[in-house]
């Protein structure tokens, strides 16, 4: 299996975009928050923190035939991790018609969503920090369909399969990612 350090110069390597790789660290963080809480321990942990930080290793090939998103991910993955996490990465995008059928991939669907809502409402704050989110403002601007408008609310529901409450997974989520904040750069 391939190591943190490794899928980290892998995600350095095949990702251009600054945005995007704050995108992988911050579901790769809210893995690792998920792991903790439902007591996923060791090299499970590791699979978690792995496949959200490798989840979108193709998005910028892909991102004009989304249909492929996951796809070519996995196929660049293939021998380095386990099935079950390449099974995640693929069930990620409901377009590749692979459903979740597992915790890690219905966890993998919820903090993609949810680090979707987090950043932007850090962004929309004066002071442009997560330390100045809450999770009263990220219920708010959940409900505002307007705002950060392609993050599905349905998708950050799955966190219900979880056995968390959407609060709940939102206090979760955000304070993860306000323990990266300057990673993050917000």
């Avoid at 959200?52 to 035939?65: A, I, M, P, V």
């Avoid at 920090?129 to 307007?146: E, G, I, P, Q």
Wanted: glycine share 4%; aromatic share 4%; with cysteine.
């Amino acid at each position: 299996m391939i190591s943190i350090e490794e899928a980290r110069d892998l995600m350095e390597r095949e990702i251009e975009t600054d945005a995007l790789r704050k995108h992988l660290l911050a579901v790769s963080t809210i893995m690792g928050a998920l792991a903790n809480k439902l007591e996923i321990e060791g090299e499970d942990k590791e699979k978690w923190i792995l496949v959200g930080l490798l989840h979108d290793l193709d998005y910028e090939r892909t991102k004009d035939n989304f249909a492929q998103h996951g796809l070519i991910t996995v196929e660049m993955l293939n021998g380095k991790l386990p099935e079950e996490c390449l099974y995640a990465i693929k069930a990620h995008n409901s377009r590749t018609g692979f459903e979740p059928n597992s915790v890690m991939a219905k966890a993998l669907i919820a903090a993609d969503a949810v680090s979707g809502l987090i950043v932007p409402t850090a962004l929309m704050m004066p002071s442009r920090k997560l330390s100045d989110v809450s999770v009263k403002s990220l219920k708010k601007k959940y409900k505002d369909k307007s705002f950060a408008r392609t993050v599905s609310r349905e998708n950050i529901m799955i966190c219900e399969d979880l056995g968390l409450e959407r609060n709940e997974f939102f206090k979760l989520a955000l304070e993860a990612l306000q323990e990266i904040s300057d990673a993050l750069g917000v």
